[in-house]
């Protein structure tokens, strides 16, 4: 069975850094776009960034505070700087069969992590 296992996260002051770890286990997601989302509450699940061999995109809140990153074991890194309150919310993992462009709406995910909380206060 295909699942994704979380690791990281914490609760930090603003400013502070945190990195964020995703890995897969149960089959080989070398060929899969990874992404992860956010999910705070009170708001919809949004998409943070994706990657897929070489290639990143991330959502535009990001603005070069965010890094996703992936070994060639498939695990997949989000490391994520300056940090600030606003960014609390559970973080997922996720991994989609998708091909062509890199997938950055939730639905375009099969796999999904069970989350690790972010809480960064003032």
């Known amino acids: 069975q295909e699942f994704l296992v979380q690791s990281g996260g914490g609760s930090v002051q603003a400013g502070a850094s945190l990195k964020l770890s995703c890995v897969p286990s149960?089959?080989?997601?070398?060929?899969?776009?990874m992404g992860w989302f956010r999910h705070a509450p009170g708001k919809d699940r949004e998409f943070v960034a994706t990657?897929?061999?070489?290639?990143t995109h991330y959502a535009d809140f990001v603005k070069g505070r965010f890094t996703i990153s992936r070994d060639n074991k498939d695990a997949v890194t989000l490391e994520v700087h300056s940090l600030k309150p606003e960014d609390t919310a559970t973080y997922y993992c996720?991994?989609?069969?998708?091909?062509?462009?890199?997938?950055?709406?939730?639905?375009?995910?099969?796999?999904w992590g069970l989350g690790t909380q972010v809480i960064v206060s003032s």
């Open positions: 990657i897929r061999n070489n290639a």
């Open positions: 996720a991994a989609s069969r998708r091909y062509g462009l890199l997938p950055f709406r939730d639905y375009e995910y099969q796999i």
């Open positions: 149960g089959y080989s997601f070398q060929e899969y776009a």
